[in-house]
């Protein structure tokens, strides 16, 4: 039986992941589910801003939840979206999508599933 993992924000720890404008913090959900999910909060680099380009993600499932600040994206089958704090977005697997822009505050609790996964750039819809 998995032991309950417990990560605290005093203990935070930010690093730099799969997209070069934000930080990531895990959440040890992919070492207590052995990487069948994972969970990290994504937090903007001030100065630092998104590149637009489509892209896809490999997985099963994919949703954020925003903690604070704002962020703005576009996908093939809905368009463009911005959220807010409190806002939230499942993501289809493969739906092609790109970040448009974002705050220089925000911070989002991203899910997914599995926890590591491909991304492929892609050609706009």
Do not use: N
Not at 41 to 46: D, G, M, Q, Y
Not at 75 to 102: L, N
């Amino acid at each position: 039986m998995p032991a309950t993992t417990t990560s605290h924000a005093a203990d935070a720890q930010f690093e730099r992941g799969l997209r070069a404008f934000f930080e990531y913090r895990d959440l040890g959900i992919r070492d207590a589910t052995g990487g069948a999910f994972g969970a990290h909060v994504i937090r903007a680099i001030p100065g630092a801003h998104a590149t637009g380009q489509w892209h896809t993600h490999d997985l099963g499932f994919q949703m954020f939840f925003v903690l604070k600040g704002w962020v703005r994206f576009e996908y093939e089958d809905v368009g463009e979206k911005t959220f807010r704090a409190g806002d939230s977005c499942y993501q289809p697997p493969r739906i092609r999508h790109r970040e448009i822009a974002h705050s220089e505050d925000l911070e989002l609790l991203e899910i997914t599933g599995p926890a590591e996964f491909a991304t492929a750039e892609v050609a706009a819809p």
